[in-house]
């Protein structure tokens, strides 16, 4: 079982920074890839990052990368989506994920199995 709770979301001007945080529960955690999801109203759940259990490997989505980064401490059972030069469109709930079994697919929410609550990301123009 894992237990996440995301942190960190508010409201930002155009150009700025969140750095969002998530906290994980669960004796395992180290050997999980996890993930950052957004949705926004209207919209479905969209892949944001994701890192696999070391921290070696990561994976965007085109609309974040060279904006967004994906860390983790393995030590605090802590992820983190560290977001710079925000955009309007970034605005939506971002939702931290575990996934506790093996799939190639980084991408799809359907590979994921435990999820947080979710924490609002507003960016105003």
């Known amino acids: 079982q894992v237990q996440l709770v995301e942190s960190g979301g508010g409201l930002v001007q155009t150009g700025g920074s969140l750095r969002l945080s998530c906290a994980a529960s669960?004796?395992?955690?180290?050997?999980?890839?996890m993930g950052w999801f957004r949705q926004a109203p209207g919209n479905g759940r969209e892949f944001v990052a994701a890192?696999?259990?070391?921290?070696?490997?990561?994976y965007y989505a085109d609309s974040v990368k060279g904006r967004f980064t994906i860390s983790r401490d393995n030590v605090n059972n802590m992820v983190y989506l560290q977001m710079n030069s925000l955009k309007p469109e970034d605005t939506a709930v971002y939702y931290c994920?575990?996934?506790?079994?093996?799939?190639?697919?980084?991408?799809?929410?359907?590979?994921?199995?435990?999820w947080g609550q979710g924490t609002q990301v507003t960016v105003s123009s």
């Open positions: 994920a575990a996934r506790t079994m093996y799939s190639s697919n980084w991408y799809s929410e359907l590979t994921y199995n435990y």
């Open positions: 669960g004796r395992t955690f180290s050997s999980n890839a």
């Open positions: 890192i696999n259990w070391s921290g070696g490997s990561t």
